[in-house]
């Protein structure tokens, strides 16, 4: 059976490997040290389809190494023993080079099993996982490897593995592929930085293409029927599910309506209605919070609308929500004052509720100051009287700071005045 299109056109130099110019380019780090020959035990952290086996193959073969590979999800220790005993064959004179896919799939005992061998430098290790290997991988690897960041591909690159596909794919089908800039820009934008995703596109396009005049001809209505659509990565458990949230929240924080709603789109693309309602309602509540209260039940309006509508529609009241946050004053005053009073509970800073707060309770016959003396605000002009509220240890604390807008400041100027 013929290899894929993405294993076949794998580059042979480094020249040929396009996207991750950050640690591939001249006078970059992981360039220097495959240059020196001297390869260390690493791990390759990124998206899928954007170079890490690709390289791993590349560094092995330039070192003259035994590649194997394995993936974190079928392999057992079993597996890595077999491949450690290949050490003394003449495959694996010059040492073995182990790529091990998804290792965040890997138990403990898997993992440590695979310390052996890397720690007295019987095998060098590259292993790449999709999910952040400071949470998924344990610190005794974490400590014997460096750890490198790959980053989807920027379209402009994927073009020139696509042009490079097209022509490879000629010559093996010996006839001239037509094809213009256009098709190749929309299927270098639709895979979304992954590259294996658009050289499976091309070798479709291929396939389906019209042949005329002993000429395959390639078209943009073709492309966008066999492209996979994946312009957006998302996986709601890792770290793209995060780092989307995080944007759509700090983007209304920042009162940038146009990024809001960008990562807003992300999210109902992906049909993650919850994720964007939930964020939404978190972003009036800690961000706009008292500048504006009023927002608050508005966006839970927008929210139960969208809810009970659902998809495609709840992008409407979910926008209008977004737009309100962005273009509302900030105040992260209450969400300041919470996290303070919580801290000082957490700390030990709590003590006896004072006698005027609590429920009604029986005087026992020992108790010589009998009464509860809480004085009833409504009973004083204003509706305000002083009365110590805080337990005695803390009962100096403050956690309270009236924001600068507007609304807190009109709060301040009439507590002021009562208070005086």
């Known amino acids: 059976m013929q290899t894929p299109l993405a294993d076949r056109i794998r580059p042979q130099t480094m020249d040929d490997i396009v996207g991750q110019k950050h640690l591939l380019g001249r006078d970059k780090p992981l360039a220097k040290?495959?240059?020196?020959?001297?390869?260390?035990?690493?791990i390759?952290?990124?998206?899928?389809?954007?170079?890490?086996?690709?390289l791993a193959g590349f560094i092995a073969k330039r070192t003259n190494k035994m590649?194997?590979?394995?993936?974190?999800?079928?392999?057992?220790?079993?597996?890595?023993?077999?491949?450690?005993?290949?050490?003394?064959?003449?495959?694996g004179m010059n040492g073995i080079l182990l790529y091990l896919d998804e290792i965040q799939y890997f138990n403990k005992k898997q993992q440590q099993t695979l310390l052996e061998f890397i720690e007295n430098g019987s095998i060098t290790l590259i292993a790449s996982t999709t999910e952040n290997p400071y949470f998924y991988v344990y610190n005794a690897i974490l400590s014997r490897c460096t750890v490198f960041e790959f980053k989807a591909v920027p379209r402009d690159e994927i073009a020139k593995a696509v042009w490079r596909a097209f022509d490879i794919l000629s010559e093996e089908i010996q006839q001239p592929?037509?094809?213009?800039?256009?098709?190749?820009?929309?299927?270098?934008?639709?895979?979304g930085g992954d590259v294996r995703k658009a050289m499976n596109a091309v070798e479709l396009c291929v396939l389906s293409g019209k042949s005329e005049n002993n000429t395959t001809c390639v078209t943009l209505e073709n492309a966008k029927q066999l492209t996979q659509r994946s312009v957006m990565r998302y996986d709601k458990d890792g770290d793209e599910h995060y780092d989307i949230v995080s944007a759509y929240q700090k983007s209304m924080r920042g009162s940038d309506t146009d990024g809001a709603l960008h990562y807003l789109g992300r999210l109902l693309v992906a049909g993650d209605l919850p994720s964007a309602c939930r964020r939404l309602m978190v972003c009036a509540c800690e961000d706009v919070g008292l500048a504006y209260p009023q927002l608050i039940p508005i966006v839970k309006a927008c929210v139960d609308i969208a809810m009970q509508?659902?998809?495609?529609?709840?992008?409407?009241?979910?926008?209008?929500g977004v737009i309100m946050v962005c273009n509302s004053p900030k105040s992260n005053s209450a969400y300041n004052a919470i996290n303070a009073a919580m801290a000082d509970i957490n700390k030990g800073n709590a003590g006896s509720i004072p006698r005027a707060l609590q429920n009604m309770h029986y005087d026992g016959e020992d108790n010589q100051n009998k009464g509860q003396f809480y004085k009833y605000p409504h009973e004083f002009p204003n509706h305000w009287v002083q009365q110590q509220y805080l337990p005695d240890q803390i009962k100096n604390h403050s956690y309270y700071v009236y924001g600068d807008n507007k609304n807190e400041q009109a709060y301040k100027a009439y507590w002021d005045k009562i208070k005086k």
Not at 44 to 54: D, I, L, Q
Not at 67 to 74: E, P, Q, V, W
Not at 309 to 320: C, N
């Open 44 to 54: 390759f952290y990124g998206p899928s389809g954007v170079g890490k086996s690709t």
């Open 309 to 320: 509508v659902g998809l495609p529609e709840a992008k409407i009241p979910l926008a209008d």
């Open 33 to 42: 040290i495959i240059e020196s020959g001297e390869i260390p035990n690493m």
């Open 67 to 91: 590649l194997k590979k394995l993936n974190g999800t079928t392999a057992s220790t079993g597996d890595i023993k077999e491949i450690v005993s290949q050490l003394n064959t003449f495959g």
């Open 177 to 191: 592929i037509q094809v213009d800039e256009e098709t190749v820009l929309y299927i270098s934008t639709a895979c």
